[in-house]
């Protein structure tokens, strides 16, 4: 995989077209993954501003502060043919896009753009109406190319290999802090370019979905929730999530995570192109409710993933999107008792002509360590 086949030259015509489709004169996208996605240039976030214009028609631009011209001018996006403004220290970089915009009726604004940025553009272009540029970019990021298949497949191999690690990381008597560092650290040793999130939730720590780490000391008998992932170098995102114990676990536990085993396995197994998003959620919800366990499932099942490790589509009740050939998402319920003790299962999963392809493939059966 190279940048030239994740971020290819044909994207920048398909945004336009499809900005032109929805009745937007143009997309005006700052640093952040809408930017990355169509240029390929990983701009870095500053308060000077740094945008691709994407107008429905006529040639695209980006406006660069001159001190960041050679960082764009290296990057994937100087293969586009795009003209770079790059503007000085006293310029006004948003009157000179507005000048050369014109009178725009309807833009798009990256959804991750700084309200500082927005606020600024709405000044510039008075009367012009913004809308989330997401409305556009969301039907062509959702479909994953092969190579940007592939690119996650590279992300869950590594995440992966993390995993395999973390049962020599866990003990009785080490801190939930103390295990998450050495995590971050093979993350990184991993492959990745950076680590987005380690959550080592011990004991009743675990019953908190999105708890992140503590000074807490893990007891021996107690489930460890561990989700973790990251970016590699080419943008593409891992993430996943396994959960183990310390030792044997109360019964109680070791009952209620085999359903959460057959929950998970049963939404992956429900993944085909024309299902719905929210009947791969009801999948695992109706075998854990079925369990009596349906109270204890607090959020969706799952959600997309790429060059954001949360985007579209979301697995969730109320989404009757259909899936389609491309889609890549997680799958990962979860089951957690308040105060006692919690579980999850996480693999990314990806849409294929014929069913499905899990991108994770670590043990999902609970590992006693």
Known sequence: MTSSDLYPVSRLAAVQEATAKAGLDALLLTPGPDLRYVSG?????????????????????????????????????????????????TDDPYAIAAARLGRPAKVGLADRMWAMSSLRFREALPGTEQVLAGSVLRELRMRKSPAEVAALRQAGEAIDGVHRQ?????????????????????????GHATVDFVIVASGPNGSSPHHDVSDRVI???????????????NGYCSDSTRTYSVGEPPAEFAAYYEVLRQAQDAACRAVRPGVSCESIDAAARDVIAAAGYGDYFVHRTGHGIGIETHEEPYIVAGNGEPME????????PGIYLPGRHGARIEDIVVCTDGGYERLNDTPRELVVV
């Open 166 to 190: 973390v049962p020599g990381l866990l003990r009785a008597g080490r801190t939930e802090r103390e295990v998450a560092r050495d995590i971050a650290e093979a993350i990184l040793a991993s």
């Open 325 to 332: 050939p491309g889609f890549a998402f997680s799958v990962e």
């Open 219 to 233: 007891q021996a008998g107690e489930p460890v929730v561990v989700d973790i992932g990251g970016a590699l170098h």
């Open 41 to 89: 240039y990983d701009a870095k976030p500053l308060e000077r501003l740094t945008c691709l214009v994407v107008p429905a028609s006529g040639e695209a631009y980006m406006m660069v502060p001159r001190l960041e011209l050679p960082a764009a001018e290296a990057s994937p996006a100087s293969r586009l043919g795009l003209e770079f403004v790059a503007w000085d220290e």
